[in-house]
């Protein structure tokens, strides 16, 4: 046992380990819908015995409190496990197409069949949820699939590696714990797809990686994701649904999560003072105290946070919270007024529970602000105003938008989640999920009869004619053509 | 070194035209599209002039390969345009109350494409149906082999279309550099596998999506058939689509052939009558045979019949005019499949035939080797059939023809593996262009209330239920008909 945990990750054992999973591809054995539904039965069974254990780790790794574990973490991956079992025959179907008369007489279908062997690489902040839910689409699609968690949150790491062994397929599915060498090890091997969630530096990495072997990839990067904040809103309602997206979100350490608000000058005050109340009915007076938030991961990322936070021209701009406990891990609440655009807060993704709040004018102006920065994972809107709402959704790209809300839309199962620009390549959830780790094939049946020589050379004139007719499916000029054909 | 005059300040420009929404409009798309027709319509001769300059084409060829297949595509994205646009509801949880979700497609912005030389006007106009169809500007960087059709496009393309929306870059491997280090919100390349790899390689440092169309050596497995009929069929399909396009200079050209030995020779001999047939006793006068590009792909399509055991496997042409680029339609029998020509994409007009013990090697034989842009069977086995499907992976299957899958509308053409990676084609162009934006909208008026901290247990039992999806246990939980544990 300590020999295996001595030896290191390098090239020959991830140039090994993808040849074992490419011969266990290559036996057909995940192809098989029985053998989907097996392991889709044991991701789910895992889960269901072991909450616990899961909830634990996640609360080692993150201080996640036990309800947002659930909610975020837990019932996300059940769900999208119980929809891969539930539609996984539709999805397997082979879709019939229509064919014209370009191609008359034929017949025509595409067909779904998996990648091969594909490697996942997931992130720290739901470790859980963003290990096992493509892992979940690269089975229901018939893959063989290797899952490099993130060492950022080694409990939740240590503990899919046992768990993953222990309930399903190693043959096929396997889990490689490490950091930079053993990720780049994996980057060297030639996958049919890879995975990443994460930031873009990497994503960058991962693509060039990629590019070597021309596996196609999918990322998951961040952004700085802007709620736009109206003034004719339900107030109370808007700031528990900011809370919600921001603070009870991994204290904002999660892609989706509220990064900065732009609301009018007008309103700011307004916005403030309701957070104020907010924050303190749902984390107490202290709200550095409440078991309620996740802490920051570890101490790098306190310190690059304090760094954001006490940058001079930042720091007096806080009218709210700005404390810090260092052994804990703990950064409070904290809310920042027009703070400046050039600051370092506002130039990188914050991940973190800092919430800088900037001041336009009106609000077209800050859809401008919006789209003069790199397009995020997400766009928030709060208001009332159907108008906005149209300008919102036609004038502002980002991966997905919510109006209303935060965070919510990636619940829906049957919208497409990923990024656009900087903030990511592809989509995944749901069927989106299956399609990015399946190809596509074009199936296309023809006959030995019903031919023409049309097609083929010597050609002639009034083949000319005859062809140009039919690829245009001009049924006079097909007759005519023909008669003239048949005149010879 | 050739440069591109102030190639920030060009593609500046195109970026603010974006960003006015002119393209966004429906109008403005449909005007585009109808702009590429007239160009095909109107300017047909000039364009059969270009194909025969740089390719040696016969209209009739050009026509079929490339005019009349971009007429149709026009038409198609024209009669869909509206449907695409619409974009489509997605389907919710009951518990999720007045909230709509949709999927609204957007342009993705910038899009670069680049076209191979061998179908100079099909390979540049097909995906730029689809990016203009998606509401994008472009900048389109046509082949600088094919040079008669390079600047054909250089010319008409201002004339025809939204010259502040698309420009076309001429140039050579220094200029497609340069275009490639630039910032684009797409681009779509169609070429070697070798160029692929260095395209995203390149994409990678702006995390640039990509297409890319890229080659392989598509096999053709030939059943024993038994009916006279289908043996004709088959090999007039087979040597059709081999020799016809471009002279076998196409990504889905078949490339080799196999069959199973005891059918060998007749297939052979069928062979040579359909050769004399299609071509004449004199194919290079016959004019239905495409050139060889250029004198650089020429000495490689010669140096591949070097090989003393290949040249012995010849049998049927085999001879060349290095002066007038052509090499005649060329027939090889079991040729080593160690020597080039059975490693490396053909791409030009000589087809081995490999023979095999049973024609179910054949599967094994092609899994062997990377995955082509296309796989032909032609047979009328059902179970060789299906297992060609679920056992070969490529991009694309067809069954009893050849390179005719291109002109679906309703089939996406794309590779896998070293064959490529993304599709287009009807719809599936208009989408590798778009932006899938996922858009939900709520009311303010209904909440689980239970979603907020303060946690506490009832909270957790809630949500359990809720996600279950077990409206029942949710309201009798809140009725207060059922305890917490």
């Known amino acids: 046992m300590a020999e295996e945990e001595n030896r290191v990750f390098g090239a020959s054992e991830a140039s090994l380990l993808i040849r074992e999973l490419r011969d266990s591809f290559k036996s057909g054995r995940t192809k098989s819908y029985d053998w989907r ?31 947002e574990s659930f909610f975020s973490e837990i019932s996300t991956s059940k769900s999208s496990c119980k929809k891969a079992l539930k539609e996984l025959k539709k999805w397997m179907m082979p879709e019939k197409v229509k064919t014209s ?70 043959s096929a599915i396997r889990v490689v714990e490490g950091a930079v060498p053993e990720t780049t090890a994996l980057l060297d091997q030639k996958w049919d797809k890879i995975m990443y969630t994460g930031s873009g530096r990497v994503g960058r990495i991962v693509m060039a990686a990629a590019a070597r072997h021309l596996t196609p990839v999918i990322l998951e990067l961040g952004g700085k994701c802007p709620a736009i904040v109206d003034s004719n809103v339900k107030l109370e309602v808007c700031v528990r649904r900011i809370i919600a997206g921001k603070w009870a979100a991994n204290s904002g350490q999660a892609c989706i999560s509220i990064d900065y608000i732009i609301t009018t000058k007008q309103f700011a005050p307004k916005l403030i003072d309701a957070l104020k109340k907010g924050i303190e009915e749902s984390f107490g007076e202290k709200p550095i105290e409440s078991p309620d938030m996740s802490r920051i991961v570890n101490a790098f990322h306190f310190k690059r946070l304090v760094n954001l936070l006490d940058e001079e021209r930042v720091y007096h701009k806080i009218v709210l919270g700005g404390q810090r406990e260092e052994k804990l891990l703990k950064i409070a609440p904290t809310v920042l007024l027009d703070v400046p655009e050039d600051s370092q807060i506002m130039q990188e993704e914050i991940f973190g529970p800092m919430l800088p709040i900037l001041t336009v004018e009106n609000l077209e102006e800050g859809f401008e602000v919006v789209n003069s920065k790199p397009k995020p994972l ?15 959704v036609q004038n502002v790209s980002a991966g997905g938008m919510l109006v209303n809300d935060a965070i919510l839309h990636v619940t829906v199962p049957g919208l497409p989640f990923g990024g656009i620009g900087e903030s990511g390549i592809g989509a995944y959830h749901g069927k989106f999920s299956f399609d990015a780790f399946s190809h596509k094939k074009g199936v296309m049946y023809r006959s030995f009869e019903g031919d023409s020589s049309v097609r083929y050379p010597p050609y002639t004139p009034k083949k000319q004619r005859l062809l140009k007719a039919l690829i245009n499916g001009n049924i006079i000029g097909i007759i005519l053509a023909l008669i003239s054909w048949y005149r010879k | 070194m050739e440069a591109i005059d102030d190639l920030d300040l060009q593609l500046g420009m195109l970026r603010e035209y974006y960003y006015s929404g002119k393209t966004r409009d429906a109008s403005w798309r449909r005007s585009q599209l109808k702009g590429i027709l007239s160009l095909l319509k109107e300017r047909e001769d000039e364009l059969f002039r270009a194909l025969h300059q740089d390719l040696g084409k016969h209209p009739v060829e050009a026509y079929r390969d490339e005019i009349g297949c971009l007429i149709k595509s026009v038409n198609y994205a024209l009669d869909c345009l509206s449907q695409w646009m619409s974009g489509r509801k997605a389907k919710l949880p009951r518990a999720a109350l007045l909230t709509s979700a949709e999927i609204i497609p957007e342009p993705l912005g910038l899009v670069l494409i680049i076209s191979s030389w061998n179908f100079p006007f099909g390979l540049s106009l097909e995906p730029l149906i689809g990016a203009l169809a998606a509401g994008n500007v472009a900048v389109l960087k046509p082949s600088e082999s094919a040079p008669a059709s390079s600047s054909l496009l250089a010319n008409l393309i201002p004339v025809y279309l939204d010259n502040k929306a698309v420009n076309v870059v001429e140039g050579g491997p220094d200029v497609g550099q340069q275009l490639l280090h630039k910032k684009w919100d797409k681009i779509f390349f169609t070429g070697s596998t070798k160029i692929g790899r260095a395209v995203m390689a390149a994409a990678s440092e702006n995390l640039t999506p990509v297409t890319l169309e890229l080659g392989g050596k598509c096999p053709a497995v030939i059943d024993s058939l038994t009916r006279s009929l289908d043996r004709e069929v088959a090999v007039q399909r087979v040597l059709g689509t081999k020799f016809s396009p471009c002279a076998g200079q196409a990504c889905i050209a078949i490339d080799y052939v196999l069959v199973e030995e005891k059918f060998s020779p007749t297939l052979v001999e069928l062979m040579k009558g359909m050769m004399k047939k299609m071509f004449g006793e004199n194919p290079k006068e016959s004019g239905s045979i495409a050139r060889i590009v250029n004198k650089r792909h020429l000495q490689r399509l010669k140096s591949l019949l070097d090989d003393p055991l290949v040249k012995a496997s010849i049998v049927h042409g085999g001879s060349m005019d290095e002066d007038s680029l052509y090499i005649e339609p060329t027939i090889l029998l079991d040729p080593p499949t160690k020597a080039a020509i059975m490693v490396d994409e053909i791409f030009g007009p000589l087809l081995p035939i490999i023979t095999l013990n049973k024609i179910e090697d054949s599967i094994n034989f092609i899994n062997s080797r990377p995955k082509p842009l296309a796989i032909y069977g032609f047979t009328n086995n059902e179970s060789l059939k299906t297992r060609m499907i679920s056992q070969t992976s490529s991009g694309s299957l067809t069954f009893n023809d050849a390179v005719i899958q291109y002109a679906a509308d309703t089939l996406p053409f794309g590779g896998i593996g070293e064959s490529g990676m993304g599709k287009y084609h009807g719809k599936f162009s208009f989408d590798t262009f778009s932006h899938q934006k996922a858009v939900l909208r709520r009311s303010f008026l209904i909440d689980f209330w239970f979603r907020f901290p303060p946690w506490n247990d009832y909270k957790l039992q809630l949500f359990r239920a809720m996600y279950g999806f077990n409206y029942l246990l949710l309201l009798l939980i809140t009725l207060g008909l059922k305890r917490s544990k």
């Open chain 1, 101 to 170: 008369m370009t191609t008359y007489p034929s017949s025509a279908e595409i067909v779904s069949e998996p990648l091969g062997v594909v490697l996942v690489i997931s992130a720290w902040n739901y470790p859980f949820l963003l290990s096992l839910d493509p892992v979940i689409g690269a089975i229901a699609a018939g893959n063989a699939v290797v899952l490099k968690p993130s060492e950022i949150a080694p409990a939740t790491s240590s503990l899919l590696a046992r768990l993953l062994e222990e309930y399903l397929d190693k």
């Open chain 1, 378 to 392: 997400a766009a928030y809107l709060f208001t009332n105003n159907e108008q906005l709402k149209k300008e919102f």
């Open chain 1, 37 to 67: 539904v097996s392991q889709l039965r044991g991701i789910e069974k895992m889960i269901e015995e072991r909450e616990k254990d899961i909830i634990q780790a996640l609360y080692m790794d993150l201080s996640k409190p036990e309800l």
